[in-house]
């Protein structure tokens, strides 16, 4: 039974104190929160106590965090919860600033504890089941990934002025997911972004709609698409092509259910939003951490998955920025 | 918090306890279960005690009962738990003779307790926005529906010996599924079953693959085709037509990857079973039971359902046996 | 260059034309046709003459006759062209009467001339790639069969009168279906038929909506079910289960778009009727009947796949009449 | 009735010829082609004469001519026909130089004949209606477009060397599907491309694998993919973005077959080549022309979008070889 404790009472931290909760293996046993309301309320549903930074990491039997907190304490818990010598597991991104990562990782790399970043996507069943497909050899040797990713609805301007934009708050997890997919690094990165959603986008200094290719050493090619607004739902697609063939994940409807009238044959649009579609991906990364821990493994994805997706994004930005290719 | 003891702690047993574990409204306190090893391992998994029949109904906190034990126990234990005031939800079936579920009804009647019947399959997501469409009007009114359930593998033969035969162990909600869609009750039935997947089948006395047709008084139409084992997976279909259009409910997949390779495009078998199909539908028929009690309201689907569906069980047997429509 | 003369310058008649004209081995020379104005018009399209009966017949020229005129010139025209020694694919019935029909063959035997009957639902690609499969053993052996079969829109009463009921004139090709991919004869059919769709089908002696079971010597059970109306479109749809698996012919549609909106997710309705989904079915079974008449083969289907699908049709009007399971 | 010539006798031109054959309003008189034998095969199948391009060009009741030779011979012929007062419809590319292309279109316009470019995938069923459905507004504004082009197999390496390299041999197609979805100009195109599936296609100085970005003036974004070889067929997919919805266009099948084993649901993998997709595309690409000929309409797609998808290929080699975008 690992112990853990969790910073972080808001509507993701809600996802991972649950899954915690009903977790074999996991007891979550303190709730840590600035509003401590939201804290003292997700501790009851759950049974945890609320705590102060301070009391939780210096809690022995508490082994584990998960860092679920706004963005801008992410690398300050990471620094206190590995000198505590605590095992973590952050929400991504883990900075905003590549120069703030790389102290933290130094930070995470002298204390010895393992850290996981939320990449979450990779625990999705399909696109896992992607992943072990070309592992398996299926498509034989990958030549290019096209990934689509498309978020229901603009947030509000309020969070996008403090987000890092779009290719360090959504376009990140495609990076990763490129990483991931991709076999090798890429070597080249040419992206082109547009505000065609709200106008207002652009008035904090962010765009709304991007596209990009990275390339890598050996020449595989990725596409990746990114929209603030699907109107039909949360549209997150991957397909990769090899030589011997062409996998694909596709969205997730809540049900199989399909009406054919006059006007057509209609089936359930995807999931709504991240929520719905990865609800399961939030469960299993939980679990593969825990797992990770127990076998005294590296649990993946990890801190330097998570400096080289951010590297991605401020690329992408300076291209976007210089209409030129990057390279990495 | 409505407070539950669960009689039964197999396989649909450990379902429905961790379903209460995690349900924020219910607390389940207590698991009576012949075999004491298997009660106190399912009881330590939820924070519940090991208790008897006697002690579990007499205990005043406990205002509700599961009955997840073997099928010839259900009905003494759902009458102990109406003489005792407690509300009761049943798997399926009450029992396999109709006069023995009669007289259950009628202790229960009088006990004036609700009594839901697990019919699952009402509470899929899937089939329960089919049949909200129907209500809404999408396809107009039902003309024929036809239901199409296949398990991935033949059970034992041991265990049908006591099953009560595939009408009333497998049909059975089947036959649920057509009155809840029909929309008014099959007036007359024809079945024809065959012994097509194991010769062992037939030798104790029951049949493996069965297509039956039911028929309403104004003429709605009604198909079942039945097998135990279908090598791909779990099968189940359901597809409604009507005046103006036709709805349908297809199988789940656990991922919506796809393949496509030289030999052709591969996609997801459906889920392998009802474990994996009806994860969903399990949770919501005991959250939907909790909610009928909590507002004082007859839990669906009740004790008649249970009833109604066995009487079309015991008349496919006869239709098959005699090779003749029966009136109902 | 084999040469031809048609009989009918309707509907089907100008595809039958259509297709003889394009053919490389094929030549139409002649079109007959009580209408004169249209077997003009017909023949002016596909550079063939008007002609009498008498005078295609006895044209030494023409060595095989298409039948595409009213059903109740059909067996006439069998016999003359029979007699006339030419080689003969007429359309679906033979005729309504089964005496006919036998009186029919006995003729065509005597004369020792090919005689095709159009199923031409055996030529459709996807039905002809489904039993491919079955004959390969996908499946393993066959257990059941499931046939849907949903025309989009009521014929007129009038046509109805003279069509020889639901079971003669619609699921005649069911029938047939059933017979070519049970891989041996029903040997019992029951049938159960509604009036839903126009209360003037039940004021002509009709039904418009039926249900039928078949079960053969072995076991293997098969279901049909038909509407006179579906209003998505022409609902052509056959599933075959075996043990080793399922393999199913669904709908063809016109286009492959689909459309996501806030609404949800569109895609095509079928074909409307059977010009669009069986166009390629009527080129192939044209050049079957070439392809086996240049070999010496005798075409299939044939004159007793005529006579044996009228024979359950006439089974299933009577297994609905009286209420009861028909021997066959 | 309008009278064709046709120039070239091979696998495209018998495509062409046949239609042209079929076609209610149309004559094919004359096959033109250096190789004679092919040329007299082919007018004995249509019922043609064979002529030489002198002959054909001179004879006053030939108005159309179809130009389906090598693509060196096209300019040529163009502007042969062109100051024969002939209607052209012209295979795709015009030419691989931008500077002939147009010269060509300077001698078209001048003798004020109608010319009509071969991109027949405008003429698509899928392709047409999802350009429909952008049309009727049903995505809105278009804000991404996605093309994905790949073909079955590499073809031989001699033809590479002669085929202007994979942007103007084969994106030259995505570029005017671009064009035609776009709803604008581009004004930014990025390429980067790799060779991939065979060193040979190196050798020769070509790529066999690419993507592209194109951006318009009001930021609307487009991404296409190639690749030269596809195991499982070819892959023609488009989709759109807008802001009221997605509306994609996916591969055909052979078949609807479906097959469901123990080794998971095998469905039909998209038709082989362009022969099979596209057949309809052939046959409506001529039909426009005849029907826009017969109102005095500009047929399309014309000259210029001949010309305009040239343009974006040279910009993609360009873009290509120097590792920047190309402002257009």
Redesign the interface.
Known sequence: MLRFCQFGAGRIGAIHAANLH?H?DAALAAIIDVDEVAAAALAG?VGARVASTQEALADPEIEAVVIASSTDTHADLIEASARAGKAIFCEKPLDLDIGRVEACLDVVREAGVPLAVGFNRRFD??FA??RA?IDRG??G?V??V?I?S?DPALPPLEYLKSSGGLFRDMMIHDFDMARWLLGEEPV?L?A?G????DPGVAEVGDID???V?L?TAS???C?I?N?R?????Y?QRVEV?G??????????T????????????????PHYFFLERYAEAYRAELDAFIIALSKGAAPEPGGYDGLAALRLADAAWQSHRE???VDL
């Open positions: 009903a074999q549903r069943p399909s089941a992607l497909r299926d498509v040797r030549e290019t096209c689509t498309r080249q040419f082109a547009s505000c065609l959603v709609t991007a596209v290719i390339k020449g595989v090619l596409q698409s929209s607004r699907a109107v039909y739902g549209d092509f030589d011997k063939g062409m996998v694909r994940a596709g969205n997730r809540p049900t199989s259910v399909e009406t054919a009238t006059a006007d057509g044959t209609v089936h359930d649009n209409g030129r290719p």
